[in-house]
T-cell receptor
Framework: DARVTQTPRHKVTEMGQEVTMRCQPI?????VFWYRQTMMQGLELLAY????????DSGMPKDRFSAEMPDATLATLKIQPSEPRDSAVYFC???????????FGPGTRLTVL | GENVEQHPSTLSVQEGDSAVIKCTYS??????FPWYKQELGKRPQLIID?????GEKKDQRIAVTLNKTAKHFSLHITETQPEDSAVYFC????????????FGTGTRLQVTL
């Protein structure tokens, strides 16, 4: 049963530190999405890729967030510098364009003190 | 862009009763409508989806109906059980484009004994 994996599962850091979150999409999937979930905002789309190319990152604060796909098996989301308002659960999801179904990873729970 | 509204935000039903969650979408071109279930502290998981070429789809105790004319779709859960308690999200997209799902704000379903 193939699943999206994410590391780390939990991260506690201090304001101003760099945070890197990693995602391994399901093998063969060609679309990767990064979401942020908070109680107040629900599921927010931050960025997504198709065939490793960024398609839309309009949901990300560009001054501090960056998303990349160095290869087909790894997607990264970086926050530098982190701020307390970045505290949230960050989900990665992958899918295959055509069916368009998205499968979510377990999430990274980020706490910025 | 697409806008999805979801109602109600919370729903409490007694075990064995039915639950209905409704969503409306704004873009008449949207043709793919998945539903996700998210248990506390877990990832959103796809439970059922429907495409615009059908009006209804059923999988055991859950069913989804789609009214393209009115631009709304609904999730129906029959014979509810305590393990159905979760947050449910609807979403919509036009397939063949960038596969970007627009999510509703979620419905917290509580099934009481």
């Amino acid at each position: 049963d193939a699943r999206v994996t994410q590391t780390p599962r939990h991260k506690v850091t201090e304001m101003g530190q760099e945070v890197t979150m990693r995602c391994q999409p399901i093998l063969g999937h060609n679309t990767v999405f990064w979401y942020r979930q908070t109680m107040m905002q629900g599921l927010e789309l931050l960025a997504y890729f198709r065939n490793r190319a960024p398609l839309d990152d309009s949901g990300m604060p560009k001054d501090r967030f960056s998303a990349e796909m160095p290869d087909a098996t790894l997607a990264t989301l970086k926050i530098q510098p982190s701020e307390p308002r970045d505290s949230a659960v960050y989900f990665c999801a992958s899918g295959f364009s055509g069916p368009d179904t998205q499968y979510f990873g377990p999430g990274t729970r980020l706490t910025v003190l | 862009g697409e806008n999805v509204e979801q109602h109600p935000s919370t729903l409490s039903v007694q075990e064995g009763d039915s639950a209905v969650i409704k969503c409306t979408y704004s873009d008449s071109a949207s043709n793919y409508f998945p539903w996700y279930k998210q248990e506390l502290g877990k990832r959103p998981q796809l439970i059922i989806d429907i495409r615009s070429n059908v009006g209804e789809k059923k999988d055991q105790r859950i069913a989804v109906t789609l009214n393209k004319t009115a631009k709304h779709f609904s999730l129906h859960i029959t014979e509810t059980q305590p393990e159905d308690s979760a947050v449910y999200f609807c979403a919509a997209t036009l397939t063949g484009t960038a596969s970007k799902l627009t999510f509703g704000t979620g419905t917290r379903l509580q099934v009481t004994l």
